[in-house]
């Protein structure tokens, strides 16, 4: 059958078997997504939350653009440093805050979506999805995408599963794409050509360690 009803079914049993939420039990949650989208720094941040909190909100969630590249400077995906230039105090003076007003902290990632400059992509080309046709698979905001599974599924995971003990997270968004099918190369730890399954696994498992470590 066409994508479209996989990706309908994938929801369904994502919100069957994975997710613990309902329309009832997710609090108010606010993201700096709305309203600021990228344009976000500590400042901001620190401005926003007694607001959120005045509002009812019960989860704050900073969005896409707290974080760079290696060098801490230049804003990006695939290496999740936090910026120096837009967040010096870095994040956890910000979660402590968004506790202290009375609400969870949450943060935004994108598992697959890297920068070609990206330190991750510049170490380790070869976890990239690679296509039959040779080409790169290319997302938003001029990334390109990593294969979730292997190698590169182990290192983000550890590093998402150490950022939310290490900020206390009470709930992280996943963004840009995750389950690509088709992924032909060998060494990913799944089948060539059939990655999806292999790649919920992956997700199914990180979902898990993050319970454990923030429940």
């Not at 402590?96 to 902290?105: D, I, K, T, Y």
């Not at 990334?143 to 599924?153: E, K, N, R, T, W």
Request: aromatic share 10%.
């Amino acid at each position: 059958g066409p994508t479209t009803t996989g990706g309908f079914l994938l929801q369904l049993y994502a919100g069957a078997h994975i997710s613990r939420s309902t329309p009832t039990t997710v609090p108010p949650l606010y993201s700096t997504w709305f309203g600021y989208y990228l344009d976000i720094d500590e400042k901001l941040v620190k401005e926003l939350i007694p607001k959120a909190r005045e509002l009812g909100v019960k989860n704050f969630a900073v969005d896409d653009g707290w974080q760079s590249l290696t060098d801490g400077e230049t804003w990006g995906y695939g290496d999740w440093v936090v910026s120096r230039k837009r967040f010096p105090g870095g994040l956890k003076p910000l979660a402590e805050l968004a506790r202290s007003n009375g609400m969870g902290f949450g943060l935004w990632s994108a598992p697959i979506m890297v920068q070609d400059t990206s330190g991750v992509i510049t170490d380790h080309p070869e976890w990239l999805i690679k296509r039959t046709d040779g080409t790169k698979m290319a997302l938003w905001g001029n990334s390109s995408a990593m294969c979730y599974s292997g190698d590169y599924a182990k290192r983000f995971n550890d590093w998402l599963v150490n950022t939310a003990r290490d900020l206390k997270l009470a709930s992280v968004k996943v963004d840009g794409g995750l389950y690509v099918d088709g992924c032909i190369a060998p060494n990913h730890g799944h089948p060539v050509g059939h990655s999806e399954a292999v790649q919920i696994e992956t997700f199914k498992d990180l979902v898990k360690r993050l319970r454990k470590a923030s429940p």
